[in-house]
């Protein structure tokens, strides 16, 4: 894919070490909570956006800890599979599983969607299309979100926007919130924040551990923009705005 007219990033970004992984986690979401805590203190609310699968298990279990006024907090997805919402890969299942528990109980979780239109392997491109477009109207109140956890796949995906995957084109142009993708080499469509949505966040957070990852995220940050490393596109500077402070947080 051609590169854009974004240029690589140059402005500092804060990178955290940490070792044991273990001790990245509590700090993570401290970090976390001063964010949220301050956009309270400006608007009287404040939106958290987190990513699914595996990885963000410990954060949110470290997240859920925090004393603070979860019920002026909406938590919204980063990402979703099209999957029904009791699926064992549905992110939404994972965020009230492993985040919505202890003090973060009350917290307000906007969904991208309740149910689907059709069995997920039914879907075809005119149902993404309404289910980007509903997500869309969700979530669009609660947009800029003040803090967007990323995660990073070893093929250089965050979110949902995968190279070369159908979709991920539209997510990454589009000025709607939501978009869809169709992910290749992983299974089940998925909703995305788009990439307008994630730079246009408060903060960016993201945590990064093991040594492959982090070479990904190293090429991404150093290299050409380009669609075939989405991260590198988030992370650009671009002729409109600059992108979100970012905080890289980094375990062997």
Known sequence: MPTTDATPRTDPIQ??????????WPALAAHIGQALETAMARRGQATLAVSGGRSPVPLFEALRQLPLAWARVHVIPVDERCVPPLHADSNAA???RHLLQEHAIGARFV???DALPDAPESLDTRDLDELARAASRRVATLLPADVVVLGLGEDGHTASLFPDAPGTAQA?????PVAWTRPTRAPHARLTLSLTALRGAGLLELPLCGAVKQSVYRQALQGDASADR????LLARSSDRPPPPLHVWLAP
């Open 15 to 24: 990178e955290h070490h940490h070792q044991p992984a273990d001790t990245l």
């Open 94 to 96: 994972l965020v009230r």
């Open 111 to 113: 969904p991208f969607f």
């Open 172 to 176: 990454l142009a589009t000025a709607e």
């Open 230 to 233: 989405p991260l590198s596109l």
